[in-house]
RNA sequence: GGGCGAUUGGCGCAGCGGGAGCGCAGGACCCUUACAAGGUCAAGGUCACAGGUUCAAAUCCUGUAUCGCCCACCA
């Protein structure tokens, strides 16, 4: 056997054991007809991300969930892969170009696409390996992209589908535009920021003066859109306006004739009441221009410049135009006032750009009809998120959708399959790529455009089991054997754009089934001031280098022990100490273990405890079990983790491995007692463990002195924990009776340190019991009293008299003597038991209080009221007993 | 304009109807033969505020305040 050092260096093991997991094809998810499908696929981060704490959070949660189940003898399996990440790639790619002093332009679709994909081949893997790292128990045989062969074939699928029933259609609309990534994004692209800007009132004069005004004033926060104006608008009942309504006003720098219509959707109460109206520029005035059959003028370009239709204005970007149109205004007098005024801009969720309203033809999905479905799933439970709270975030989205454009102008992604033939107008779509025309024969023409991203991802669920018709890897029933999935894992901010789409495109591909049965909506990760963790701000921390300072185990632990229903976690560095410091006691605890089970010989057989600290050690491990099995399949992973660490370092590590260790120099029988029973609790709570801390628990698991066929690792031989089969070690009274010997102990350790008595120095005690029962338990555990606080002498009994100048402790039905000559400070014995006398008295009456309590009595529990009943029982014991040690110390 | 979350010892957080807990920091003592990344002992809180429900409230309800998120086309 290898002697294990004295420190857990977790850099040592973790490549070894996650090159052998990936050896034996530990990850490697395969179907089994026998038994039930645990699986999840991952959220498929971008290929050009780099893991951030997000990912390590997430990702360490789905790992335990995998890895737990797959102990429990599920066939399971993680389907890993990654984005494309249409915009996020052509940015990455666009830049290394521009380093070259080149644009996509300069050299073509084509080529452009191919060093995409070069791109790919380079960076791509870069946050897989990443995953590797953490420990993740991915199916790496089999990864994914969002762009593969097969995937591209279920996003043709789709596309032809809906557009044969008729939910995508083109239409001419205002969108959501990024002046610099050049194209439209769907509405929950934008990220709306509050920012300070101007409300400028401006004059426009009246074609002829009207009840002797000359003008009429607009308010505007974008005054170089008036470029674009056809019209002045104000509330049909608007008093002020009501003589003005039919009349024309003439616009400003520009002298085109402005119509002032009456619509309702003008606020009389905002600004001057009068609304410049800007179909081409602003989504509302779109709606009014339509009700009013006006006139569109776009007045900007791709990239949000002043163009050809702004006159003098062409050519200037809009933040100048802005200023050359104010100032202009502001010369010829037509500038009445400028306030200060908040409100909310669009901002390009990828490059932070000011969006643009748009006005243009794309593609758009008809969301209402896919939408009903997935929101019935939800409200019937089929799927579930956690916390339950996300499903109503949920509802109202999807009870107030509107349609998605899914067309990108970009060249990185999946070309929209629509053909059209010039020669006679035909237009389709096709799964297949087509270059003459099927009616007449002619060239076709491909759409230019390519899908939003998020079209593909939705498909991820089942696209990933080789939907729709298999390929090489995967046989056709590959998907009918793992979808649904059984858990998604995410991020809250993709609620909207993925996981409420996948649910959709699923019930709607996959014959009315959804999914995944839970959605886990995990906090999402600030730093320690609350801020968002940004690698651009220099707020973030990297996951990798938290490995390096605390190994996998202790960054996976550490956020495990972070995780609550709570939507917001505040990082803290400190609870990855704590849990490096915590695999570093499990390794002692382990090391301990092998240290002194050298002879050994493993049994298969569980243990049948005789003695009680072995009934109290199993029937701990009994109710861990039942914690940690609930807690995985609940998501209640911060709890988890905290009943983990407290079984194993505060009862397996302080006290059973403690009171072993004299019974391990006992008989050689009593020595293999303690033996079995040292490598059943901790075999057992390392299986518990393993999820969470994978790597040490492997390494540990692996030198155990167990009965085991052959060397495969724990993570697929190792069982996990059966609570029934465990539940018969449940035990009361021997928990009950470790408390005494605690309490036993404790006092001697507190009087030591009171008194600042070496713990060389062996000190008497007098044991004064309630019961004889008690007080023969006492005396059976002598050895382990005498070895835990150096006792040399322990006299129990009942009516046993309390030593001259001692110092008495009390607690739960026991007084314990010191005797201490000549060293008892009478003045402090007073005040600390004076002290002590208090406390009880304040919780005694308070119990009293409750149980005179006609109330109480009448309408709690018949269980609380007996607990309480006991309770003030013991304490007035207690009370009793202090008391009368005051008295005796005079 | 709606909605959600948070407010508990110096710091970070858990608990979410019946005895206020954890980690870190700080204090005293201890290199005790698994572990100083450790052990023992002690100290530290009117659970934001105001009402209410209840026999019983940190925990449920209502409101207030502060902080933070999300959704929303008010120019």
Same mark, same amino acid.
């Given at each position: 056997?290898?002697?294990?050092?004295?420190?857990?260096?977790?850099?040592?093991?973790?490549?070894?054991?996650?090159?052998?997991?990936?050896?034996?094809?530990?990850?490697?998810?395969?179907?089994?007809?026998?038994?039930?499908?645990?699986?999840?696929?991952?959220?498929?981060?971008?290929?050009?991300?780099?893991?951030?704490?997000?990912?390590?959070?997430?990702?360490?949660?789905?790992?335990?969930?995998?890895?737990?189940?797959?102990?429990?003898?599920?066939?399971?399996?993680?389907?890993?892969?990654?984005?494309?990440?249409?915009?996020?790639?052509?940015?990455?790619?666009?830049?290394?170009?521009?380093?070259?002093?080149?644009?996509?332009?300069?050299?073509?679709?084509?080529?452009?696409?191919?060093?995409?994909?070069?791109?790919?081949?380079?960076?791509?893997?870069?946050?897989?390996?990443?995953?590797?790292?953490?420990?993740?128990?991915?199916?790496?045989?089999?990864?994914?992209?969002?762009?593969?062969?097969?995937?591209?074939?279920?996003?043709?699928?789709?596309?032809?589908?809906?557009?044969?029933?008729?939910?995508?259609?083109?239409?001419?609309?205002?969108?959501?535009?990024?002046?610099?990534?050049?194209?439209?994004?769907?509405?929950?692209?934008?990220?709306?920021?509050?920012?300070?800007?101007?409300?400028?009132?401006?004059?426009?004069?009246?074609?002829?003066?009207?009840?002797?005004?000359?003008?009429?004033?607009?308010?505007?926060?974008?005054?170089?859109?008036?470029?674009?104006?056809?019209? !002045?608008?104000?509330?049909? $009942?608007? /008093?002020?306006?009501?003589? +003005?309504?039919?009349?024309? *006003?003439?616009?400003? &720098?520009? #002298?085109?004739?402005?119509?002032?219509?009456?619509?309702?959707?003008?606020?009389?109460?905002?600004?001057?009441?009068?609304?410049?109206?800007?179909?081409?520029?602003?989504?509302?005035?779109?709606? !009014?221009?339509?009700?009013? $059959?006006? /006139?569109?003028?776009?007045? +900007?370009?791709?990239?949000? *410049?002043?163009?050809? &239709?702004? #006159?003098?204005?062409?050519?200037?970007?809009?933040?100048?135009?802005?200023?050359?149109?104010?100032?202009?205004?502001?010369?010829?007098?037509?500038?009445?006032?400028?306030?200060?005024?908040?409100?909310?801009?669009?901002?390009?969720?990828?490059?932070?750009?000011?969006?643009?309203?748009?006005?243009?033809?794309?593609?758009?999905?008809?969301?209402?009809?896919?939408?009903?479905?997935?929101?019935?799933?939800?409200?019937?439970?089929?799927?579930?998120?956690?916390?339950?709270?996300?499903?109503?975030?949920?509802?109202?989205?999807?009870?107030?959708?509107?349609?998605?454009?899914?067309?990108?102008?970009?060249?990185?992604?999946?070309?929209?399959?629509?053909?059209?033939?010039?020669?006679?107008?035909?237009?389709?779509?096709?799964?297949?790529?087509?270059?003459?025309?099927?009616?007449?024969?002619?060239?076709?023409?491909?759409?230019?455009?390519?899908?939003?991203?998020?079209?593909?991802?939705?498909?991820?669920?089942?696209?990933?089991?080789?939907?729709?018709?298999?390929?090489?890897?995967?046989?056709?029933?590959?998907?009918?054997?793992?979808?649904?999935?059984?858990?998604?894992?995410?991020?809250?901010?993709?609620?909207?754009?993925?996981?409420?789409?996948?649910?959709?495109?699923?019930?709607?591909?996959?014959?009315?089934?959804?999914?995944?049965?839970?959605?886990?909506?995990?906090?999402?990760?600030?730093?320690?001031?609350?801020?968002?963790?940004?690698?651009?701000?220099?707020?973030?921390?990297?996951?990798?280098?938290?490995?390096?300072?605390?190994?996998?185990?202790?960054?996976?632990?550490?956020?495990?022990?972070?995780?609550?229903?709570?939507?917001?976690?505040?990082?803290?560095?400190?609870?990855?100490?704590?849990?490096?410091?915590?695999?570093?006691?499990?390794?002692?605890?382990?090391?301990?273990?092998?240290?002194?089970?050298?002879?050994?010989?493993?049994?298969?057989?569980?243990?049948?405890?005789?003695?009680?600290?072995?009934?109290?050690?199993?029937?701990?491990?009994?109710?861990?079990?039942?914690?940690?099995?609930?807690?995985?399949?609940?998501?209640?992973?911060?709890?988890?983790?905290?009943?983990?660490?407290?079984?194993?370092?505060?009862?397996?590590?302080?006290?059973?491995?403690?009171?072993?260790?004299?019974?391990?120099?006992?008989?050689?029988?009593?020595?293999?007692?303690?033996?079995?029973?040292?490598?059943?609790?901790?075999?057992?709570?390392?299986?518990?463990?393993?999820?969470?801390?994978?790597?040490?628990?492997?390494?540990?698991?692996?030198?155990?002195?167990?009965?085991?066929?052959?060397?495969?690792?724990?993570?697929?031989?190792?069982?996990?924990?059966?609570?029934?089969?465990?539940?018969?070690?449940?035990?009361?009274?021997?928990?009950?009776?470790?408390?005494?010997?605690?309490?036993?102990?404790?006092?001697?350790?507190?009087?030591?340190?009171?008194?600042?008595?070496?713990?060389?120095?062996?000190?008497?005690?007098?044991?004064?019991?309630?019961?004889?029962?008690?007080?023969?338990?006492?005396?059976?555990?002598?050895?382990?009293?005498?070895?835990?606080?150096?006792?040399?002498?322990?006299?129990?009994?009942?009516?046993?008299?309390?030593?001259?100048?001692?110092?008495?402790?009390?607690?739960?039905?026991?007084?314990?003597?010191?005797?201490?000559?000549?060293?008892?400070?009478?003045?402090?014995?007073?005040?600390?038991?004076?002290?002590?006398?208090?406390?009880?008295?304040?919780?005694?009456?308070?119990?009293?209080?409750?149980?005179?309590?006609?109330?109480?009595?009448?309408?709690?529990?018949?269980?609380?009221?007996?607990?309480?009943?006991?309770?003030?029982?013991?304490?007035?014991?207690?009370?009793?007993?202090?008391?009368?040690?005051?008295?005796?110390?005079?």
């Amino acid at each position: 056997m290898t002697e294990l050092a004295p420190q857990f260096d977790p850099k040592q093991i973790e490549t070894t054991l996650f090159d052998r997991w990936l050896k034996e094809g530990c990850f490697k998810g395969v179907a089994d007809s026998t038994s039930e499908p645990y699986d999840i696929t991952i959220p498929p981060p971008n290929v050009t991300g780099s893991l951030h704490m997000g990912h390590a959070l997430n990702n360490t949660l789905q790992d335990v969930l995998i890895r737990k189940n797959r102990m429990a003898g599920r066939a399971t399996r993680w389907v890993v892969g990654t984005d494309h990440a249409g915009i996020a790639t052509q940015n990455k790619v666009e830049q290394k170009l521009a380093k070259e002093g080149l644009t996509r332009y300069d050299v073509g679709r084509e080529a452009f696409i191919e060093k995409c994909w070069e791109w790919r081949e380079q960076y791509g893997s870069t946050i897989i390996d990443q995953l590797k790292a953490m420990g993740c128990s991915c199916d790496y045989s089999d990864e994914w992209f969002t762009m593969n062969e097969s995937y591209q074939r279920a996003v043709r699928e789709v596309f032809v589908d809906w557009y044969d029933k008729g939910l995508i259609y083109r239409g001419r609309r205002i969108i959501n535009w990024c002046p610099r990534c050049t194209t439209a994004l769907s509405d929950i692209e934008v990220e709306h920021e509050d920012v300070p800007g101007r409300l400028h009132y401006l004059n426009y004069p009246l074609e002829k003066p009207v009840g002797g005004r000359h003008f009429i004033t607009v308010a505007t926060t974008r005054p170089e859109t008036i470029l674009g104006d056809v019209a !002045v608008a104000v509330h049909p $009942d608007d /008093e002020r306006y009501q003589e +003005l309504i039919g009349s024309v *006003a003439l616009l400003p &720098l520009v #002298g085109r004739k402005l119509e002032i219509i009456a619509d309702d959707y003008v606020d009389p109460a905002f600004g001057t009441g009068a609304v410049k109206i800007t179909p081409a520029h602003d989504p509302n005035d779109f709606e !009014v221009g339509q009700r009013h $059959d006006l /006139e569109q003028i776009n007045v +900007l370009d791709e990239h949000g *410049a002043i163009n050809e &239709l702004g #006159g003098v204005y062409a050519g200037l970007d809009r933040y100048e135009a802005r200023k050359a149109i104010l100032a202009d205004l502001d010369a010829e007098g037509f500038v009445e006032k400028i306030e200060d005024h908040e409100h909310a801009v669009g901002h390009c969720y990828r490059c932070h750009t000011e969006i643009e309203p748009y006005l243009s033809d794309q593609w758009f999905v008809d969301m209402k009809p896919l939408a009903q479905p997935a929101i019935d799933a939800v409200r019937d439970g089929r799927v579930k998120f956690h916390p339950a709270r996300w499903s109503n975030v949920y509802f109202h989205w999807m009870e107030n959708i509107r349609d998605w454009c899914i067309s990108r102008q970009l060249w990185w992604g999946h070309r929209i399959p629509v053909f059209y033939c010039d020669a006679c107008g035909k237009q389709f779509a096709s799964k297949e790529d087509l270059t003459v025309c099927p009616d007449c024969g002619a060239p076709l023409r491909q759409d230019e455009d390519v899908l939003d991203t998020w079209f593909s991802s939705q498909l991820w669920p089942f696209a990933t089991f080789g939907w729709p018709i298999g390929d090489v890897s995967h046989a056709p029933e590959a998907v009918d054997y793992w979808y649904p999935t059984s858990a998604l894992s995410t991020a809250r901010d993709i609620l909207f754009l993925w996981v409420a789409r996948m649910i959709m495109s699923g019930l709607y591909f996959m014959d009315g089934q959804v999914p995944f049965a839970d959605v886990i909506i995990h906090p999402t990760v600030f730093n320690k001031e609350g801020k968002r963790m940004s690698k651009s701000l220099g707020t973030g921390v990297d996951p990798l280098d938290l490995m390096e300072t605390y190994g996998a185990d202790g960054m996976r632990f550490g956020l495990m022990l972070q995780v609550t229903g709570v939507q917001d976690l505040k990082f803290s560095e400190e609870k990855l100490l704590s849990s490096r410091n915590f695999a570093n006691k499990i390794w002692n605890a382990a090391r301990f273990v092998l240290m002194n089970t050298e002879d050994y010989t493993p049994v298969a057989a569980a243990p049948e405890p005789t003695h009680t600290a072995d009934k109290w050690i199993l029937s701990r491990l009994a109710t861990l079990v039942c914690q940690v099995s609930e807690g995985i399949d609940t998501f209640e992973f911060g709890e988890v983790a905290r009943a983990l660490y407290e079984f194993t370092w505060n009862e397996f590590c302080d006290w059973y491995i403690e009171l072993a260790k004299g019974r391990l120099q006992g008989s050689a029988g009593e020595r293999a007692e303690v033996q079995r029973m040292l490598v059943f609790v901790l075999d057992q709570t390392l299986r518990l463990l393993h999820p969470m801390m994978p790597f040490v628990t492997e390494e540990i698991w692996g030198k155990l002195p167990l009965v085991r066929e052959g060397q495969a690792s724990m993570l697929i031989r190792a069982a996990w924990p059966d609570a029934d089969a465990l539940a018969r070690y449940l035990d009361p009274q021997a928990e009950a009776a470790l408390s005494s010997i605690k309490m036993t102990i404790s006092a001697l350790r507190s009087t030591r340190a009171r008194y600042g008595i070496s713990p060389k120095t062996p000190l008497a005690a007098v044991i004064r019991t309630s019961t004889s029962g008690q007080a023969e338990f006492i005396i059976s555990r002598r050895a382990l009293i005498e070895s835990l606080a150096n006792t040399e002498s322990l006299e129990v009994g009942t009516d046993v008299a309390k030593p001259p100048a001692s110092v008495s402790m009390i607690g739960e039905g026991l007084e314990v003597f010191i005797p201490l000559e000549g060293l008892v400070d009478l003045k402090a014995e007073r005040m600390r038991l004076s002290k002590e006398q208090e406390k009880l008295q304040v919780e005694f009456d308070r119990l009293q209080r409750k149980l005179g309590n006609e109330g109480f009595l009448a309408k709690a529990a018949p269980e609380v009221v007996e607990k309480d009943r006991a309770r003030a029982e013991d304490l007035q014991g207690q009370l009793e007993k202090v008391v009368g040690q005051l008295a005796d110390l005079g």
